[in-house]
């Protein structure tokens, strides 16, 4: 398929200068895109009434409530030894305390349903896509952490934080239950240090492994001792801090932290008190403000920063991050509106992350699931969605790795790794598979309705209209007017010369909808059409 997309090193280095240009659907679809999962027209409406300012506040500061907890939707058999029967079907589970391997299991699984119907149902602000960005980051696994609960609340924490102090931040994932199990915390001791959580603290958490970032093995057992002495209290699904496990002694760092020395601390405060002092430390080098900027910058912009974009985005931006006490907010902001984000070069540079594709294909094109009370279909719709995206290599709650997923830090593809010989042919087969048979579960379908979606469009009875409304929600880059021709043709025309062909078909359709032939040939058309954009390469880009 011929495109006429933009050259990558035409992008502008004007650096965070705010955009001011047009502000059309055009730059409304690429930022919501960008920062929620799909832009339906619905949304793009909404925001064409108002100004990218407003726009760009209203995205940041998410107007709905935290989400309710997911319930309990599964069914224990006799063989499970200690049943959760105190919580009822369709009741949350949260904060029911249960050491059972096969309910803890379930568990796991209910989290994982839940979290997908919330981002098939985001609000429309960032929370969603800056969540899934947290989860990335603070990298851990349910199928490691294993408790339900601990899962939960570890993700609990990502969410109510998602836009705001990642310092704050910090601190409460170092001493979050699920964090201590997957990264052995709560076995840290004076007599045996731990060092997994101290390491990925600076290598992945806070300093990463660039070239200014020379902390050295010393630090990493130094921050060891600092973290000795927490422990789990599976009662109350929080930490504790035990003094007789913890260093007492001064643990002295290198020059990348200015040879800071942290003294220690005995007694009930001594973790608390250490850890600030650890935080503290570490938030003070130069290299944290430009590692959790250059990790927004591939995760929302484009993977590749070259020495210009160090320079005019990514050092200016940590300079803001600094600045506001590493507050979140200012840096997305300053990112989002700026004219390199809407660059056309930039637009269309990312390939979808599979949730990306699942999740905004269902949104985009409005597949209807069911009403919030009926929990049972829609945990088990919500369901599919998690293998499907799980079969594509992103498994929510499950990344492969401490470090997530290799797209957004493995050199040189970065996102190119999410299109393999196994995965790209389950992406069409996705896509195909909902626009034809759909999924069912519990009686309920979810499919895509192609003649629901085209009479949300602006003028459907024109084929011409129709494939470039279509094109434009799921298209990032646009294809050349042979193409759309060609597609015009063989798909909407039935091989057919004349645009009139579609147009009868379709206000015969709307003058007489009980006439079975003539509407199985529409909703066949559309369908096809659907299918093969989706197939092709241009719907894999956002």
């Known amino acids: 398929m011929e495109t006429t997309g933009s050259n990558l090193s035409t992008k502008s280095f004007s650096g965070l200068n705010p955009y001011a240009g047009q502000w059309t659907e055009n730059e ?11 832009a339906t027209k619905q949304d793009v409406d909404y925001f ?10 209203e995205l940041l500061n998410p107007a709905a409530p935290l989400p309710a907890p997911p319930v309990k939707d599964y069914k224990l058999d006799a063989t499970v030894t200690q049943p959760d029967t105190a919580i009822a079907f369709g009741d949350t589970w949260v904060n029911d305390v249960n050491s059972d391997g096969t309910v803890q299991y379930y568990r796991r699984v209910a989290f994982k349903k839940w979290w997908m119907g919330l981002m098939v149902n985001q609000d429309r602000s960032i ?62 001791t004076a007599s045996a240090p731990d060092e997994n959580y101290g390491r990925e603290l600076q290598e992945l958490f806070c300093c990463g492994k660039g070239p200014d970032s020379q902390y050295t093995e010393t630090d990493v057992k130094m921050a060891a001792k ?50 600030s002092d650890l935080l503290d430390m570490i938030f003070a080098t130069n290299e944290v403000a430009k590692y959790i900027c250059r990790r927004i910058y591939r995760w929302f912009v484009y993977y590749e920063i070259d020495a210009a974009i160090e320079a ?25 509106s700026s004219e390199h984000f809407f660059d056309p070069a930039i ?51 499950d990344p492969p790795d401490v470090s997530g997923w290799k797209a957004y830090y493995q050199t040189p593809q970065f996102y190119e790794i999410w299109i393999n010989s196994d995965t790209y042919p389950k992406r069409a087969q996705f896509t195909d598979y909902l626009c034809t048979n759909g999924y069912t579960f519990n009686g309920k379908k979810i499919v895509v309705d192609g003649i629901a ?15 470039n409304d279509v ?47 003539n509407t199985t040939l529409v909703r066949n058309r559309l369908r096809d059409l659907l299918k093969y954009c989706m197939d092709l390469s241009e719907f894999q880009l956002i």
Request: charged share 15%.
């Open 453 to 467: 979606f085209a009479q949300t469009l602006s003028n459907p009875g024109d084929p011409n209209i129709l494939l």
């Open 28 to 38: 409304i679809i690429h930022l919501l895109k960008r920062t929620m999962f799909g």
């Open 471 to 517: 094109l434009k929600y799921l298209y990032r880059i646009d294809i050349t007017n042979t193409s759309k021709a060609q597609i015009k043709k063989d798909i909407l025309l039935g091989g057919q010369t004349t645009d009139g062909y579609w147009t009868d078909i379709w206000n015969t359709y709307l003058s007489q909808p009980t006439n079975t032939a």
């Open 127 to 188: 929370r969603e896509k800056m969540t899934l960005f947290l989860h990335n980051h603070f990298s851990t696994t349910t199928n490691t952490i294993e408790n339900g609960n601990y899962v939960y609340n570890h993700h609990a924490l990502l969410r109510a934080n998602a836009i705001g102090n990642f310092k704050t931040l910090t601190k409460t994932i170092t001493l979050d239950p699920g964090m201590l199990v997957f990264l052995n915390g709560q076995a840290n």
């Open 312 to 336: 005019n985005i990514i050092t200016p931006l940590a300079t803001i991050f600094r600045t506001n006490n590493y507050e979140l907010k200012p840096v997305l902001s300053a990112l989002l």
């Open 347 to 397: 637009m269309g540079a990312q390939i979808k992350s599979p949730v990306d594709l699942v999740v905004g294909m269902c949104r985009e094109l409005n597949i209807q699931f069911q009403p919030n009370t009926d929990f049972i279909s829609n945990y088990g719709l919500w369901n599919f969605l998690v293998n499907s995206v799980a079969n594509m290599q992103q498994d929510i709650g």
């Open 226 to 275: 600092v973290l000795t002495g927490w422990r789990i209290d599976s009662a109350k699904f929080s930490s504790y801090f035990t003094a007789s496990r913890h260093d007492t002694t001064t643990k002295q760092f290198s020059a990348f932290y200015q040879n800071t020395a942290i003294t220690g601390r005995a007694g009930a405060t001594a973790g608390d008190l250490e850890i």
């Open 48 to 57: 064409k009434t108002k100004t990218v300012t407003d726009t760009i506040n």
